[in-house]
């Protein structure tokens, strides 16, 4: 099938970092308190270039956490349960700013659910969202804070997101459902 | 266009234990179903580590624990790993239930169904019979938590998962099991286990209390995964990665299976001086309760290199793995 095309090359994702990562500091008047948590898989990574990019123009090394949100699904029986994969949260939550990070902001009903896994753990502050997809559709009052970019879609499609950590290459394709390739 | 990502149809990894409704024994379990429930573990291990130890997961989930011979250990770990998940755990002994007044196992099982149970966790002290109950639910499904002297497959499990935490792979690592083979369920269990995940087992113990089947198939390939039997503790020991000490069954050593404990004792003790043939680094084990200075010394059981304790918190965590895979999840929508 035909009608794969690419959204973001890795240029493309590299600079949409950067922006963002200029913002969250912007917005949050420094890198004070901060604290980027990524969701577990993919957002894992991009948190951890964030603070990388934060780390390179602001010289302040931001704490970055890993969320998995398996165990606080809302469809946890509707539905094959991907593996879950461990919570790791550098430092106590209380009186930090949390930045989720995420690959693609879909329904919004994720990060639903990593709110509540989050204030498991503690009380931030604030929690704010960074997206580097926002890709409409949302069934729950959630917005991202910071975007990569906004991409128009159909439900028929499908947003595949490749980060070198976990797929060997950066990229981002939107794909239609059928032809879906192998996702880990 | 991105060349790079061949569109295939859909082949998702494996991550889930489904179809499986029942966890009754680990001689049916893959190499990787067992590495998803020990990675599933690990992150609930990371639950047990906080403040608030709860996840809404099993919300509205309801877990019966069916115990028909005395437990502390795997009962409790049951029913805090179902409470953890946000599960409602109802325990039912033996005494003080309809069991005494002769219901059969068959209409007590059919009854728990009728209540909407969503799993049942059977400890029996007749082999096979959570086989049979499994048999005969249509929608409850059910774990073995120990039956007579045949299984336990969760015990094994965390066993594994201790193993591999300290050892990383077991592929070729070697562990030595001693004691009563013949009554441990947490050995048969383990000995499966262990061959799925490639590691050599050597057993070790009283000719009297090692199975048939077992020191019939010795050095070959036999009905407990080729596990070698070694009646030499001393030689059993060399290189060993891991020293599992089983329980000496005292309550069933009437039946004339040993001169004496004292012999046992000298002979098959897991001590400081035989630990001295194994491995620097290895593990002690016991599945528990420890009779100390009888299989295994008081030193070794709270020395550096017993992983005693830490079996059972992983114990807990096992349960809590178990019980998530087999509770959540559903059919792959057809997109």
């Known amino acids: 099938m035909a009608d794969e095309r690419e959204i973001l090359s890795a240029d493309d994702i590299r600079q949409a970092l950067v922006r963002m990562a200029h913002e969250i500091v912007e917005r949050n008047q420094g890198a004070h308190a901060l604290m980027l948590v990524g969701l577990q898989r993919r957002g894992v990574p991009l948190a951890h270039r964030v603070a990388d990019a934060i780390a390179d123009f602001e010289q302040v090394e931001v704490p970055v956490g890993a969320l998995d949100i398996n165990l606080y699904r809302d469809d946890l029986t509707s539905r094959p349960q991907p593996l879950v994969r461990p919570t790791t949260l550098p430092a106590g939550l209380d009186g930090t700013r949390v930045v989720l990070v995420d690959d693609v902001l879909f329904t919004g009903r994720s990060i639903r659910a990593a709110m509540d896994a989050l204030m498991d753990h503690g009380r931030p502050d604030s929690i704010q969202l960074a997206a580097l997809i926002d890709r409409g559709h949302r069934e729950l009052p959630v917005r991202a804070d910071y975007v990569g970019k906004n991409v128009p879609t159909s439900l028929d499609e499908i947003v595949e997101v490749r980060l070198i950590e976990v797929d060997g290459y950066d990229g981002v394709d939107l794909v239609p459902r059928a032809v879906r390739s192998v996702k880990p | ?335």
Not at chain 2, 96 to 123: C, F, P, W, Y
Not at chain 2, 146 to 169: K, N, V, Y
Not at chain 2, 237 to 260: F, H, I, N, W
């Open chain 2, 1 to 335: 266009m991105t060349s790079q990502a061949p569109a295939e149809p859909i082949a998702l990894p494996a991550t889930t234990l489904a179809p499986r409704r029942h966890v009754l024994d680990l001689d049916d379990f893959s190499r990787t179903e067992i590495d998803i429930v020990l990675d599933t573990a690990l992150a609930m291990r990371e639950v047990l580590d906080r403040d608030i130890k709860k996840v809404p997961s099993l919300r509205g989930k309801v877990i019966l624990t069916l115990f028909l011979e005395p437990s502390t250990r795997t009962r409790v770990s049951f029913e805090q790993a179902g409470k953890m998940l946000s599960a409602d755990v109802i325990n039912i002994a033996g005494s003080g239930s309809s069991a005494e007044k002769g219901e059969s196992l068959l209409n007590t099982t059919l009854t728990l169904q009728a209540m909407h149970a969503d799993l049942i966790v059977v400890r029996h002290p007749q082999a096979g019979a959570p086989y049979f109950m499994a048999r005969h639910l249509s929608r409850t499904g059910i774990i073995n938590a120990g039956d007579g002297r045949h299984a336990h497959p969760t015990q094994a499990l965390l066993d594994l998962m201790t193993m591999r935490r300290h050892l990383g792979s077991l592929d070729g690592k070697k562990v030595v099991i001693v004691g009563d083979l013949l009554h441990s369920r947490v050995a048969r269990s383990n000995v499966f286990g262990l061959a799925a995940m490639g590691a050599r087992v050597v057993i070790s113990g009283p000719p009297t209390l090692i199975p048939l089947d077992l020191s019939r198939t010795s050095h070959s390939q036999g009905s407990l995964g080729g596990a070698a039997y070694e009646p030499d503790l001393d030689a059993a020991m060399d290189d060993a990665d891991v020293v599992m000490a089983l329980r000496l069954q005292t309550e069933r050593q009437t039946a004339g299976m040993l001169p004496s404990v004292r012999e046992y004792t000298r002979r098959w003790q897991v001590t400081e001086a035989r630990m001295g043939r194994a491995k620097p680094s290895a593990l002690v084990m016991h599945p528990g309760p420890v009779n100390e200075g009888i299989e295994l010394s008081s030193s070794l059981a709270h020395g550096v290199a017993s992983v005693i304790e830490e079996q059972v918190t992983n114990g807990v965590a096992i349960r809590m793995a178990i019980l998530y895979q087999l509770l959540t999840g559903g059919e792959l929508q057809t997109a």
